[in-house]
């Protein structure tokens, strides 16, 4: 027992003496360690995090299965039709949305404008996180757009040279995350954008000379196969339909998850460019230490000391600030790569899904189902 304890205090006594040292080989390995585990778990979790995601938003925002865009200036016909076919579970009424420009903080955004109701709707519920619902003269939009033009709560946004001021910040499964949130967009190639939601009056007020389409968001009886229904509602021998275009909710989590695969490889590399970097500062650590080392080696064996304890003394020091080195950076890795895994804020985490408008702020509607 004496034989440990005075090996235990040589070990503190070389700590306290040096603690720069023993800090910087702290770091070091808690940065490799770290950034190894982040960068494996972001490579095998980045699916699962962006399912995982998604399906919290489409759960709390009861997210739609299939959206019809449609070009026709009445799509009550379409909608019937759509409504009275084998499989429908639920409909929306026809959402009135069109594709614009936008201005905010001297800067202009590709965008789209749905006209929204302050009631909740059967499909497609947006969950409000901060601020209230669309009211008259107010818009709302969605979380990732918002932070990517810097707006806040008050802050004002121009649509086709009328100015609304924003009201608040909502998250939906209806479309991808911002940039690929603009789905109000007729025939011909989309272009990147984000969503932004006014009442319906004000939508129609604000359209101008852009071209408008509606959205009809279905629920199926069955989710798992859209494809199929569609094969058999949108069939070559429909002529006299408008032109109509759909997306799946797997179209939504497929867009998403790549947005994620493509910045995967950056994170990944940085992390192992990282972890090599520590690497090196450990072997320079060992290298300016391994005189002073064999320096101790002779003074402990001149006292008597034998090969094991010799051993013991010099290792162990190194031993201890590696496993609670490691056990840092597990840990910091670990919660690191969830966050890294989630596309933007405009998908939800479990404390936005939690979160409510400020009651000071809450308008007479639910704030997570307009």
């Given at each position: 027992m004496g034989h440990l304890l005075l090996m235990w205090r040589l070990i503190l006594h070389d700590i306290r003496r040096r603690p720069g040292e023993a800090l910087m080989f702290l770091l070091a390995v808690t940065i490799a360690t770290?950034?190894?585990t982040a960068s494996l778990t972001l490579g095998l979790a980045t699916d699962n995090a962006v399912d995982a995601g998604y399906l919290k938003t489409r759960a709390a925002t009861a997210g739609p299965d299939i959206t019809?865009?449609?070009t026709a200036t009445d799509p009550s016909g379409l909608a019937e039709r759509l409504a009275d076919t084998p499989g429908?579970?639920?409909?929306?009424d026809p959402v009135y949305a069109f594709d614009t420009t936008i201005r905010a903080h001297g800067q202009s955004a590709h965008t789209s404008i749905e006209g929204r109701d302050d009631s909740p709707?059967?499909?497609?519920?947006?969950?409000v996180t901060s601020g209230t619902w669309v009211h008259p003269g107010g818009a709302v939009i969605e979380r990732g757009f918002a932070q990517a033009l810097g707006v806040h709560l008050g802050d004002h946004v121009t649509i086709t040279g009328r100015t609304y001021p924003v009201v608040g910040t909502a998250i939906s499964a209806a479309t991808p995350v911002y940039p690929w949130s603009d789905w109000a967009q007729g025939p011909g190639p989309s272009d990147k954008g984000g969503r932004i939601w006014l009442t319906a009056a004000d939508a129609r007020a604000a359209v101008g000379d852009a071209p408008s389409v509606y959205l009809i968001h279905l629920k199926l009886t069955d989710p798992t196969t859209p494809l199929r229904w569609l094969d058999?509602?949108?069939?070559?021998?429909r002529q006299d339909d408008p032109w109509v275009n759909t997306r799946t909710w797997q179209d939504v989590v497929e867009t998403d998850t790549n947005m994620i695969k493509q910045t995967q490889p950056a994170l990944v590399i940085g992390g192992w460019l990282l972890a090599v970097a520590a690497i090196v500062t450990l072997a320079a650590i060992a290298t300016a230490r391994?005189?002073?080392d064999n320096r101790r080696a002779g003074l402990l064996k001149a006292v008597g000391a034998g090969p094991g304890t010799v051993t013991a003394v010099l290792l162990a020091q190194y031993l201890i600030l590696t496993v609670l080195a490691t056990a840092l950076g597990l840990t910091a890795g670990t919660l690191a790569a969830p966050i890294w895994s989630i596309p933007a804020p405009g998908c939800s985490t479990p404390s936005a899904l939690q979160a409510p408008a400020p009651s000071s702020q809450r308008s007479s509607s639910p704030s997570w189902s307009p």
């Open positions: 770290a950034t190894a019809a865009i449609t429908v579970a639920a409909q929306a709707s059967a499909v497609d519920r947006p969950l058999g509602v949108f069939t070559p021998d391994a005189t002073r």
